[in-house]
């Protein structure tokens, strides 16, 4: 089953716009969520974490939100740029897992210039 | 930055076959996995090592094989490959503090396989 949901599928926005991606989770066991960014033809790469001791965290144009009671969590992406365009996975993971993250099937990002 | 090289790129490979994939990282973490990725499944994890001569079962495991015989190198076997294994692969090797950033996975570029 799936533990960690992401919607939309495909988002496309104009440059300059904020881009919401959105993720939910299952277990209330899961402390960490971090947010991976992948180009075409490439690994996944960290963008930005968030325990869940913290309702926000920000770094640089990008932004989570997070909401622990409701189980859910968002990327905003401000003043989206063409080069933002990739597809975002969102993970989650239990404090003792060792690095054993939970990835959602992610988001394709496309932004027009 | 951590560096992890996965080899082959591309490989196909015929029903019934043997395929090694193959993994190495630079930079001396204990921990290594294997994902792959399916449209509409994200990444799921294979197979996991925390250090070498170890291996464990991921969340989906049936099929798969992993060695461990260093540091360095983590290997994904499939000893009969099937259809339904065509799919992209990742590696990526983490520790559970590195750098400040903790548990952070650091992933190889991939490798493409095609069973027919």
């Known amino acids: 089953q799936q533990q960690v949901r992401q919607s939309p599928q495909s988002l496309t926005v104009w440059e300059g716009e904020t881009a919401i991606l959105n993720c939910s989770y299952e277990?209330?066991?899961?402390?960490?969520f971090p947010w991976y960014q992948q180009f075409p033809g490439e690994g996944p790469a960290l963008l930005i974490a968030?325990?869940?001791?913290?309702d926000k965290k920000e770094d640089g144009g990008f932004t989570i939100f997070f909401n622990k009671r409701e189980k859910n969590l968002s990327l905003h992406i401000k003043d989206s740029q063409p080069g933002d365009s990739a597809t975002y996975f969102c993970?989650?993971?239990?404090?003792?897992?060792?690095?054993?993250?939970?990835f959602g099937a992610g988001t394709q990002l496309i932004v027009i210039p | 930055e951590a560096a992890v090289t996965q080899s082959p790129r591309n490989k196909v490979a015929v029903t019934g076959g043997k395929v090694t994939l193959s993994c190495n990282q630079t930079?001396?973490?204990?921990?290594m996995y294997w994902y792959r990725q399916d449209t509409g499944h994200g990444l799921r994890l294979i197979h996991y090592?925390?250090?070498?001569?170890?291996?464990e079962k991921g969340d989906i495991p049936d099929g798969y094989k992993a060695s461990r015989p260093s540091q360095e190198n983590f290997s994904l076997i499939l000893e009969l490959a099937t259809p339904s294994q065509t799919s992209v692969y990742f590696c990526?090797?983490?520790?559970?503090?590195?750098?400040?950033?903790?548990?952070?996975?650091?992933f190889g570029a991939g490798t493409r396989l095609s069973v027919l």
């Open positions: 968030i325990r869940s001791v913290s």
């Open positions: 993970a989650a993971r239990r404090g003792s897992a060792l690095g054993r993250l939970h």
């Open positions: 090592s925390y250090g070498a001569g170890s291996t």
């Open positions: 990526a090797s983490g520790d559970a503090e590195t750098g400040g950033r903790q548990n952070t996975l650091y």
């Open positions: 930079n001396n973490h204990n921990n």
């Open positions: 277990n209330s066991a899961f402390d960490y």
